[in-house]
């Protein structure tokens, strides 16, 4: 079976889940082709299909800007009608969005000019911010999936009509790769925060704890429009942190071998946006790392407070500061925390099982639409 990956952008280095997932159904059996809106920060790659070949601007394509949709399919027809001779070239038999946003609607229009017919993947922001722009492309699309909870609850209540044709599929970990570390770290505390620098990730409340523990360091992993503010605001505080920019996986590993814990103090931003299931808590509990939170996204999909993490209330930093001196102090509870995390890991979210499980869901979306569903 022949299946297309439709990308906002690609590669993209803040979308490694993605980059996971179409390793892995490749390795189920399915042949993949891949397309793309544009290339990504590093660059495009020769056997990709891009609209454009300049490295994306911003993270990715998966929310453009709110234009009326009229204006955004008629910018995008030409590129259309090239993926649509695409398809066919390809003999392809499905084609997968792998965003609710721009690319489900640049899918739905391939498929009125007579293309494939098409799943979507939902996540995070496409799903908060684009999918309500694109009702029309989610109610027309064979199967739609999503990778977090709170995701499929809000799907369900913006398009009811799609039923069983909405499934719940979450990401999953290359468990070879993200062993669990030999030991606890004895140095600390160092609390390392991973993921876009942008202000719904919560890092600035992290500062604001991390100020109230003395001898606290911080690292943070990634890079975005909030750098400078947040060095800034260590700068004030007094606290020691490390901006260590985008990192590449084994980077990332390393910085979790010696953290104390793993602390994604999440907010939803005036805009509406919020995490998902952010991959790096995944990473994190599959390395044995302990986890703090907040609950403002979909991290009780593996975060249970007390059992696998901690979970915290978003913007406030003195109920951040409870929880991590209380880690500090138990290093026991450090202990049985990340032996829970990586057995949910290993129970849950094995990318061989996901994997497997996402190469059943396109194969059957292909059937069903050969079948007219």
């Known amino acids: 079976m022949r299946i297309g990956y439709l990308f906002g952008s690609y590669p993209n280095p803040s979308e490694t889940f993605l980059e996971r997932e179409l390793q892995a159904v490749r390795a189920a059996g399915l042949t993949i082709a891949v397309a793309a809106l544009q290339a990504g ?4 790659q020769d056997a990709v299909l891009y609209r ?14 709110p234009l009326p949709a009229a204006v955004r399919l008629a910018r995008n027809l030409p590129f259309a009608l090239r993926l649509l001779a695409w398809c066919q070239a390809q003999q392809l038999d499905l084609l997968h969005a792998t965003w609710a946003g721009l690319p489900a609607q640049v899918a739905w229009l391939v498929w009125r000019l007579g293309g494939p017919a098409y799943t979507v ?8 911010l684009e999918a309500p722009r694109c009702r029309g492309a989610l109610r027309a699309a064979v199967a739609v999936t999503v990778c977090n909870r709170a995701a499929e609850q809000a799907l369900r209540r913006l398009l009811p009509e799609l039923g069983r044709r909405l499934s719940y599929q979450p990401h999953g970990l290359p468990l070879a790769a ?10 600390g505390p160092h609390w390392l925060g991973v993921g876009r620098l942008v202000a719904k990730k919560g890092f600035d409340t992290l500062l604001q704890a991390a100020a109230r523990l003395p ?40 910085a979790l071998a010696v953290a104390t814990a793993l ?75 990340a032996a829970a995390g ?20 396109l194969q059957a979306a292909a059937k069903g639409a050969r079948h007219g569903r």
């Open 178 to 187: 993200w062993p669990c570390r030999p030991a606890q770290p004895l140095a």
């Open 215 to 254: 001898g606290s360091c911080v690292t943070l992993v990634g890079d975005g429009p909030e750098r400078s503010a947040l060095a800034a605001l260590a700068e004030r505080l007094g606290v020691a942190v490390r901006l260590l920019g985008r990192c590449t996986a084994p980077a990332v590993r390393a």
């Open 52 to 65: 454009q070949r300049r490295p994306a601007a911003s993270r990715s394509c998966a929310a453009a800007a």
């Open 41 to 44: 920060p590093d660059g495009p």
């Open 263 to 337: 602390v994604l103090p999440s907010r939803r931003d005036p805009a509406g946006d919020r995490d998902g299931l952010a991959n790096v808590l995944l990473e994190a509990l599959a390395s044995g790392v302990p986890v703090v939170t907040s609950h403002a996204g979909s991290a009780q999909d593996a975060i249970k407070a007390g059992c696998t993490g901690v979970i915290v209330p978003p913007d406030d930093p003195a109920a951040l500061a409870v929880a991590l001196r209380s880690l500090w102090d138990a290093p026991e509870t450090r202990a049985r925390l």
């Open 342 to 361: 990586r057995r949910l890991v290993e129970r849950r979210f094995d990318l061989a099982v996901t994997g497997a499980a996402q190469a059943a869901w």
């Open 121 to 128: 993947a939902g996540h995070a922001q496409d799903v908060w």
